[in-house]
DNA sequence: CATCACGTCTAGATCGTTCTATAAACTAGC
DNA sequence: GCTAGTTTATAGAACGATCTAGACGTGATG
């Protein structure tokens, strides 16, 4: 039985400040057309009615909602860091970020069409499963921008990063410590799993090395079943899907006994909060959550205001080293399985 | 340069179905008012043009949005397994969710604004960390439900889970697994940590054992620190204040020698998606999330729609028994600081 | 036959804004 | 003192829906 009062309206402060309407409406929105001195008194009648816009009224008669619709997966962390980013990046830029999920039973096109009911102007997509041509549809309405996902076709733009440099990084790095044996634990189906593995083959043939990839995921799960795999032949470095992926693989090299990184070196990928954690310390290729958020809100608001045409930005990624890497042991065997001290604290 | 083509109204579709606007409001809210000739011909001709109401313009108008407010924090990967449970149950109740996250630089009031400007009907948050002050405020405008987080007032309803239960489940589990060397790794300034310090505490009393608190918190760094502090006198099992915290104490006790269950038996809180990964496989007080989302979700819909009071409802949480607890050795002597074999795979 | 009730439909007001005219007040120029 | 130009203010029409009140046709009732 709360008491629900009603909020406020630009009547109600034009009446307190003796000025019409409209004239609210202009100072509210900073707009021209108010001498300083009505603009002031405006603004404390404001205030002191504790006056707030309503946006559905604002959202209806201006097409403008200055929103810009955001669509993440719930079980994905690295996502959760990029909304982060997001919302700082919007607000500088002067806009709201409305929300959406793609959740277990809730598929992305009612996340989508949820963003569009909100009066989103833009949709920024993280790492899309739409056909190109469901999100070249969506792009006839508002400008959609697909993060994480590359090849979206040219109504649609695209900010992703650029995984060939990613791999040529991680595949430079451990053939310059001395690693011969480098594999890679790829993604399985998981968006830019293909890329990944492709970039892989290619850079291991430049480097004169042999390409060995062995079935992966995204997930810790994914990793251990690949460390299982490994037991077979273990090489001397290993370059997971993502993190996650490391994370599992890390664990199943421990429970044979092997030492990360004096006997295997582990790179992740994505840089996560998991790579950072004091006693895992990572080594990561980062893709840079806040910078590719920044980017994609960039290209929302550039097509929002400058009716730019659609454009593609790949940034690229870099190589964060911290402890599950090294020099490989002077001579690699597979097979050595001797038990080692645990890391140093 | 896309074609950004206008999308159709309500009059665009009484046009084609040559009847007045009001009649096909009627027919889209499925009010009465209409005969079944007529309706079948509207619906006909909106499905034809592809109309969708608008929900501002609706919103606007009639005061019912069917949307209800969500806040969360977007570094807590527990409270996405809450969304998720909300987006199903409010979909059963024929509801939209708004989601809103409390990010860096986004405190909890901008999270909030954002939800009630988008029209939501009543608002969920998840361990709101405002004051009950605030929280009541908020409450005078529209119903608030906290999650998570009890005594918030008597305006505010709350669902939270049952600290006092969970913990007593902890302790009487250990105990008669034969354990009299309990420690509690609290949460330090978290919420509902201060609940579960003084529920172990009157619980170890109740079994006449000494209640051992040491400062810990909700992260995994948390847990490695009171891992450090333990050192000096190894209990036979700890109970941490969440997972994270309980993984961050088990790395510790790793880095140290110790085996987890043999040496030291570990419990966590939340039964998060750490808990359950194949390697990790930790005993956790599940609080379930699911229920505990679904139960918000009614509370607000009831709120809305009965105009019932507020009210304040407590789920009991249960034991979920995996592979970091079993009875002690022998006799649990501190400072037993021999290798063990790592944990079979 | 007048009245009432009922189901179906519609005109017009309304929600709280923004936007487009246009009026009023003032300044400046001749 | 009249006209033109600029600044400041306002009235009224939008935006796209819902809601209220009443019109219309039909059939039943007194």
Redesign the interface.
């Known amino acids: ?5 009603r ?1 406020p309206t630009l009547i109600d402060v034009a009446k307190a400040a003796g000025v019409s309407r409209a004239l609210v409406s202009i100072v509210m929105r900073d707009a021209p057309g108010a001498s300083e001195a009505t603009r002031d008194k405006v603004l404390e009648a404001a205030r002191e009615l504790g006056y ?1 816009p ?4 604002r ?2 008669r201006s097409s403008r909602t200055k929103l810009l619709g955001l669509s993440f997966s ?2 994905q ?1 690295f996502h ?2 990029i ?2 980013a997001a ?2 990046e919007a ?1 500088a830029k002067g806009y ?1 970020v ?4 793609v ?4 598929p992305e096109t009612r996340a989508i ?2 963003l569009l ?3 989103s102007e833009a949709l920024i997509l993280i790492s899309p499963t739409l056909s190109n041509q469901s999100l070249t549809r969506y ?5 959609v921008v697909s993060l994480l996902r590359e090849n979206v076709g040219d ?1 649609v733009d695209s900010v992703s990063s650029d995984d060939n440099a990613g791999i040529r990084m991680a595949v430079g790095y451990l053939a310059a410590l001395g690693h011969r044996q480098i594999v890679h634990v790829d993604g399985g189906t998981a968006i830019s799993a293909a890329q990944r593995r492709a970039a892989f083959h290619t850079e291991m043939l430049r480097h004169g090395l042999k390409p060995v990839t062995v079935p992966g995921g995204p997930s ?2 994914d990793g ?1 079943r690949a460390g299982q795999l490994l037991q077979l032949d273990m090489p001397s470095a290993a370059i997971a899907f993502n993190d996650r992926c490391a994370l ?1 693989l890390m ?2 090299l ?4 092997l030492h990360v990184p004096n006997d295997v070196s582990v790179l992740g990928y994505d840089d996560s ?1 998991f790579a950072r ?3 895992v310390q990572l080594s990561s290729i980062s893709q840079d959550a806040p910078l590719l958020a920044a980017a994609a809100v960039d290209r929302a608001v550039d097509r929002i205001e400058g ?1 730019q ?2 454009a593609h930005v790949i940034r690229t990624p870099h190589l964060v080293k911290r402890k599950t890497t090294a020099r490989p042991r002077q001579s690699s065997l597979p097979g050595d399985q001797s038990r080692h001290q ?2 140093e ?1």
Chains 1, 2 share one sequence.
């Open positions: 039985m709360t008491e629900q009062q909020r707030r309503d946006t559905r009224a959202l209806l719930s079980s962390p959760a860091e909304v982060d919302y700082a607000a709201e409305a929300l959406s999920a959740a277990n039973g809730r069409e949820a009911d909100f009066g792009a006839s309405h508002v400008p109504l810790e799960e251990l599992g664990e199943s421990r429970a044979n006994g909060q954690l004091s006693y009716n045409p659609p645990p890391s604290g």
